[in-house]
């Protein structure tokens, strides 16, 4: 197999790391169809592949890695731990579990998956993230889902400030807050449903219409106008799909930029809905 050139720029993290912009979410793709799925992405030139373990896919992920025959230090895999394993220890080995699972010798970024604060432990999941870290065992720690609050918690508590937080964000839901809040710490953003898990996207809805509209002025699809607008401001984004037509269509989002106007006429698609849970409603 021979792996086109990246597709996707790079983003620099606070820690001095880096994250290719544009990654590939496996989120409910069937274990069956991962190790396939992963390996025909970094064919066509992914390098940054999204998982957790509740998708429990990271096996798979791991072979389509190793089968790619792209060497590991090109890739940025990513997982996370779920909520039932919050705490020092039980973060510590959950993380172990994930690695001796993917059969990788490392993560290049491990995450908190939800705060959960009904439970409040997600404070010392991040200390064990941090030593995780400290011990060379993970490149980078972040946090996925964490508002504001829970955000300046982890620093007031800890000193550490995470150097991603991935949410659920797209033209519906743009995360100002977040934004705002992550990037005082010097955290970057990643979009999760960054397509509001297809509905924007609904045949006949006003939103289809519009980026229809904008999509016929550059040639391009209504999809492929969304994820434009996630890394024209800076996101990082891991649109999901099992097919690779459709997985190689996302990537075609580096050769066009939106206008001023194009830019405009997508804000006004905000409503606020979330396709997925408040952060703290979950745990």
Same mark, same amino acid.
């Given at each position: 197999?021979?792996?086109?050139?990246?597709?996707?720029?790079?983003?620099?993290?606070?820690?001095?790391?880096?994250?290719?912009?544009?990654?590939?979410?496996?989120?409910? *793709?069937?274990?069956?169809?991962?190790?396939?799925?992963?390996?025909?992405?970094?064919?066509?030139?992914?390098?940054?592949?999204?998982?957790?373990?509740?998708? #429990?896919?990271?096996?798979?992920?791991? %072979?389509? *890695?190793?089968?790619?025959?792209?060497? #590991?230090?090109?890739?940025?895999?990513?997982?996370? *731990?779920?909520?039932?394993?919050?705490?020092?220890?039980?973060?510590?080995?959950?993380?172990?579990?994930? +690695?001796?699972?993917?059969? +990788?010798?490392?993560?290049?970024?491990?995450?908190? &998956?939800?705060?959960?604060? #009904?439970?409040?432990?997600?404070?010392?999941?991040?200390? =064990?993230?941090?030593?995780?870290?400290?011990?060379?065992?993970?490149?980078?720690?972040?946090?996925?889902?964490?508002?504001? $609050? $829970?955000?300046?918690?982890?620093?007031?508590?800890?000193?550490? =400030?995470?150097?991603?937080?991935?949410? !659920?964000?797209?033209?519906?839901?743009?995360?100002?807050?977040?934004?705002?809040?992550?990037?005082?710490?010097?955290? =970057?953003?990643?979009?999760?449903?960054?397509?509001?898990?297809? @509905?924007?996207? !609904?045949?006949?809805?006003?939103?289809?219409?519009?980026?229809?509209?904008?999509?016929?002025? $550059?040639?391009?699809?209504?999809?492929?106008?969304?994820? @434009?607008?996630?890394?024209?401001?800076?996101?990082?984004?891991?649109?999901?799909?099992?097919?690779?037509?459709?997985?190689?269509?996302?990537?075609?989002?580096?050769?066009? !930029?939106?206008?001023?106007?194009?830019?405009?006429?997508?804000?006004?698609? %905000?409503?606020? %809905?979330?396709?997925?849970? &408040?952060?703290?409603? +979950?745990?």
């Amino acid at each position: 197999m021979t792996a086109a050139e990246p597709l996707a720029p790079r983003i620099t993290l606070s820690d001095g790391t880096s994250i290719p912009q544009l990654g590939l979410g496996v989120y409910k *793709v069937p274990a069956e169809q991962t190790a396939e799925l992963v390996a025909g992405a970094i064919e066509l030139g992914y390098r940054h592949v999204d998982t957790a373990a509740l998708y #429990r896919n990271e096996a798979e992920v791991g %072979e389509g *890695v190793c089968a790619s025959g792209v060497p #590991r230090d090109e890739l940025y895999v990513t997982s996370k *731990v779920w909520n039932d394993r919050h705490g020092v220890d039980e973060t510590r080995a959950a993380f172990l579990d994930a +690695l001796d699972a993917s059969g +990788l010798d490392y993560f290049d970024l491990y995450l908190i &998956h939800w705060p959960a604060p #009904r439970q409040d432990r997600y404070v010392e999941a991040w200390k =064990a993230l941090i030593g995780l870290r400290e011990q060379g065992l993970v490149r980078s720690i972040g946090v996925s889902n964490f508002e504001p $609050h $829970h955000l300046q918690r982890l620093v007031d508590e800890t000193g550490v =400030a995470p150097v991603v937080d991935q949410v !659920e964000l797209h033209p519906w839901l743009p995360q100002r807050d977040v934004r705002a809040a992550a990037s005082a710490m010097g955290a =970057a953003v990643e979009s999760w449903s960054p397509l509001a898990r297809g @509905r924007v996207l !609904e045949a006949g809805s006003r939103d289809r219409e519009v980026l229809s509209n904008i999509a016929a002025r $550059h040639d391009k699809t209504p999809a492929q106008v969304a994820l @434009r607008w996630h890394v024209q401001q800076g996101l990082i984004v891991i649109p999901k799909s099992t097919s690779l037509k459709r997985v190689a269509e996302n990537a075609d989002i580096f050769d066009f !930029e939106l206008t001023a106007t194009d830019m405009a006429e997508i804000a006004q698609l %905000e409503t606020g %809905e979330r396709t997925g849970r &408040h952060p703290d409603d +979950l745990g």
